[in-house]
């Protein structure tokens, strides 16, 4: 054998070996349950002095979340924003080239989950998880919701009075919601759910009335709730709550209600398996989790997924949808969503 292919092979098999003894390194920091595991993952993460954070959260509150992380803890936030798909194209990209740059991810449940299936995460163990609604937590634990979409009905209040509005969404299949309603082009999830809640046969029969209605259909659902505050879509049958709450806030006339079955869209957060700063990781993966970041998420209109922060955001019944069947499901059900919905 020649001896720079030796010298390669050797190269190889190092790198190898450091990687396994890197991900072994960050596992014992992860799964840590000791009395004193909070103390030393504080002092351990100052000693790091930094933590690096790919997310698609809008700067407007990512930003707020790293500060506050700063301030608390005197650790640095190098923070990356980017959409939900470039997000996990960033994070695979520099997995399949082995450089190791990201400590953390925040991002759309199914979005995770691919990056699970990757086994780009890793378990993790924090005290906060046991906060979290039990449905809403992956069985291979190497990500949690920290926040959830949930869909809702908003209303233009000057359009629709509250007392109109269904108490189920099978109340907006009758004809006399044609011409006032809409959707947004992407929710196939949200029909699922509603689906497989109802079971085939009722679901698909309502999908079906609704279909025929033909309900406006919007992409974004920001720029849904803003045409429902500004009195172009008097209802908007999956806007997120989150969206509505700011406009609210502001004085805007819209409102929403949490028409049954309400469904929730996870999104979450894990660590990096091979994340060059594991316990400034973990420490804000801990952090984001507690009642502190929930309620820092609570303030900005973003839906806490902790049980232990009621707001009226997030305070009624939900079913949430399963991000690996999302995933694995993709396919089927946006077919049946575009067939139904964005046909010519």
């Known amino acids: 054998m020649h001896t720079l292919a030796r010298a390669l092979i050797g190269s190889l098999v190092l790198a190898t070996t450091l ?4 991900a072994a390194t960050n596992d014992a920091v992860f799964r840590y349950r000791g009395a004193d595991r909070d103390a030393r993952l504080v002092e351990r993460a100052k000693r790091e002095g930094t933590v690096s954070l790919y997310t698609s959260l809008a700067p407007t509150e990512s930003q707020p979340l ?10 640095k936030v190098v923070l990356w924003r980017g959409l939900s798909d470039q997000v996990v194209r960033r994070t695979v990209t520099e997995g399949q080239a082995r450089r190791y740059a990201v ?9 995770m989950e691919i990056l699970a299936r990757e086994k780009l995460l890793s378990e993790v163990f924090s005290p906060h998880v046991a906060d979290l609604p039990a449905a809403s937590i992956p069985k291979h634990r190497s990500w949690f919701p920290d926040r959830f979409n949930f869909y809702v009905v908003a209303y233009n209040t000057t ?14 299949a009758d004809p006399k919601w044609k011409g006032r309603i809409a959707i947004e082009a992407t929710d196939a999830e949200w029909m699922a759910t509603l689906v497989k809640t109802w079971g085939n046969a009722k679901g698909m029969d309502y999908f079906k009335r609704l279909s025929a209605l033909r309900p ?3 992409q974004g659902h ?20 989150s969206n509505v709450f700011p406009l609210k806030a502001k004085g805007a006339p819209i409102d929403f209600v949490p028409v049954q079955p309400v469904v929730a869209r996870p999104q979450g957060i894990g660590v990096a398996r091979n994340a060059p700063h594991p316990n400034a990781a973990l420490l804000f993966m801990d952090f ?3 009642p502190e970041g929930q309620r820092l998420f609570e ?10 922060v009621k707001s009226e955001l997030n305070n009624f019944p939900f079913t949430m949808i399963d991000a690996a069947t999302a995933l694995d499901e993709k396919d089927k059900w946006e077919a049946l969503w575009n067939n139904l919905f964005l046909r010519k």
């Open 103 to 111: 400590d953390v991810i925040e991002t759309n449940g199914p979005e």
């Open 66 to 75: 790293a500060t506050a992380f700063e301030k608390k803890y005197g650790v």
């Open 299 to 308: 303030s900005m209109g973003r839906v806490p997924a902790s049980t232990k």
């Open 222 to 241: 920001v720029l849904l709730a803003n045409l429902v505050a500004a009195g172009d879509v008097p209802i908007g049958l999956t806007a997120y709550n």
């Open 159 to 172: 359009k629709v009075q509250r007392s109109e509005i269904p108490t189920t969404y099978e109340g907006f």
């Open 288 to 290: 984001v989790l507690s």
């Open 216 to 218: 406006e259909v919007r």
């Open 19 to 22: 990687l396994a003894q890197s």
